[in-house]
C-alpha cells in the first residue's frame, strides 16, 4: 500500500490583540516608510495539528519553526516585496510570533479578491503580489539537508481576507539516497525541458495554490549535498544506515519522462533515465527500491562541457514518502 506524506502546513497568523506605534530602526531596511506603517504581531500555528510546521525538523518528526523564519506579507496589490514579518522564538518551537510592520488598515471589503491578504514563505525581495495572485522566484539550484529539504526549497502560500491565514506547500518532490562516492551535484531535467525554477505566478485552485505561468525559468533543476559536509560530497550509504536527500520539485506530469545527472569531483559524470514520472503538489517520492544513481556508469566529463556547482544556504527539513 502506498503511504503518501501530508505537507499541508496550514499557519494560522491571528493579529494579535493589539498593535504599538513603531519606535526604534527595528527592521528598517525592509520598510522605510515607516509614517504609514503600524508594528503588527502575529500568532502562528498549525490549524490542523496543531503544530506549526514549516522549516525543522524535531526529533519526532514534526517540524518546527524555526528562529529567523520570514514570511512577505502582502495586502491587496503591493509594490515590491510587500511586508517582511519574522518570527520571534529563539529556539525551534511548534508556535512562535511573527512581527512586521505592515501599512494601516482600517477594514477588509468582504468579497473583494483585490483586498486579500497574501503570504509567501520563504521571504524573497523577489517576490511579489498584483492582488489576484503572486509571483515567487523558485529556487534553481538547491542545497539538501541530510534526511531534509534545503532551506527556502519548499514554498507555501496563503491568503485570506484577514489576519487569520492557513498555509498550503507548492511544491513536491522525491526523497533518495545514494551508493556512490565523491558525487557533488545532482541535476534533474525534463525530457522536454519542461520549466522547473525561476519566476512562477502562483493562484489558488479552489482551495490549494497552483503555479499558471512560468517567466524566465530555467529547465535544470541542481541540488548539491548539505552545507556542513566538509568534503562537498552527497554521502554514500552504508548497510542499515539510509541517509536520505531531498529535491523539492514544480508539481506536473513529466510525460515523457526526465534524467538525473550526477557530478562527482573527479570530472567523471553519470545519467540515469525515468520514464513517465507524476510530481504531486504536497508530497513526496520516497525512492525505497534502489539508490537513485542505480546502474548509472561514470565517465569523463566531455570537453566544453562545463559545471560551475554555486553555494546557497543549507536548510532542514524532513517528512516521509511513499514507495516508488
Keep these: 500500500m502506498k503511504k503518501y506524506l ?55 518528526g ?31 518551537s511548534n508556535i512562535t510570533t511573527f512581527r512586521g510592520y505592515i501599512e494601516v488598515v482600517t477594514g477588509v471589503v468582504e468579497g473583494s479578491s483585490n483586498q486579500l491578504f497574501w503570504g509567501v514563505y520563504p521571504y524573497n525581495l523577489n517576490n511579489s503580489c498584483n492582488g489576484t495572485s503572486t509571483t515567487i522566484d523558485l529556487q534553481q539550484i538547491q542545497r539538501s539537508g541530510e534526511n531534509s529539504w534545503g532551506e ?26 545514494v551508493t556512490d562516492d565523491d558525487i557533488k551535484e545532482i541535476v534533474f531535467r525534463g525530457k522536454d525541458s519542461e520549466p522547473v ?38 554521502k554514500k550509504t552504508s548497510p542499515g544506515d539510509t541517509t536520505w536527500y531531498f ?7 513529466y510525460t515523457n519522462g526526465h534524467t538525473v545527472t550526477f557530478y562527482k569531483n573527479d570530472g567523471t559524470y553519470g545519467v540515469r533515465e525515468f520514464g513517465k514520472r507524476t510530481v ?25 562541457l562545463k559545471i560551475v556547482p554555486d553555494d546557497p544556504t543549507g536548510g532542514t527539513y524532513d517528512g516521509g514518502g511513499v514507495d516508488w
Excluded at 479552489?206 to 529547465?219: C, F, K, L, R, V
Excluded at 504531486?280 to 566544453?304: H, K, Q, Y
Design 152 to 177: 527556502g526549497a519548499l514554498v507555501s502560500v496563503g491568503r485570506s481576507q484577514g489576519l487569520a491565514m492557513g498555509f498550503y506547500n507548492l511544491l513536491g518532490g522525491i526523497i533518495f539516497y
Design 6 to 60: 501530508a505537507l499541508c502546513f496550514c499557519a494560522l497568523l491571528a493579529l494579535a490583540s493589539c498593535t504599538q506605534e513603531i519606535e526604534g530602526d527595528a527592521l528598517d531596511t525592509h520598510d522605510q516608510a515607516r509614517q504609514t506603517h503600524q508594528a503588527v504581531t502575529l500568532d502562528a500555528y498549525d490549524a490542523d495539528a496543531a503544530l506549526a510546521t514549516k522549516t525543522e525538523r524535531a526529533e519526532d
Design 62 to 92: 514534526s517540524v518546527l519553526w524555526s528562529p529567523g523564519d520570514a514570511i512577505n506579507l502582502f495586502y491587496g496589490a503591493s509594490e515590491g516585496p510587500g511586508s517582511y514579518f519574522v518570527a520571534e522564538n529563539t529556539e525551534a
Design 197 to 234: 525554477a525561476g519566476p512562477v505566478t502562483v493562484g489558488f485552485d479552489g482551495n490549494s495554490p497552483a503555479i499558471s505561468s512560468y517567466q524566465d525559468t530555467a529547465a535544470d533543476l541542481r541540488l548539491l549535498p548539505p552545507a556542513e559536509y566538509t568534503k562537498q560530497a552527497f
Design 247 to 253: 529535491m523539492v520539485i514544480p508539481p506536473r506530469v
Design 280 to 304: 504531486n503538489r504536497n508530497n513526496f517520492t520516497r525512492i525505497r527500491s534502489a539508490a537513485l544513481n542505480n546502474g548509472v556508469e561514470f565517465v569523463p566529463v566531455p570537453s566544453g
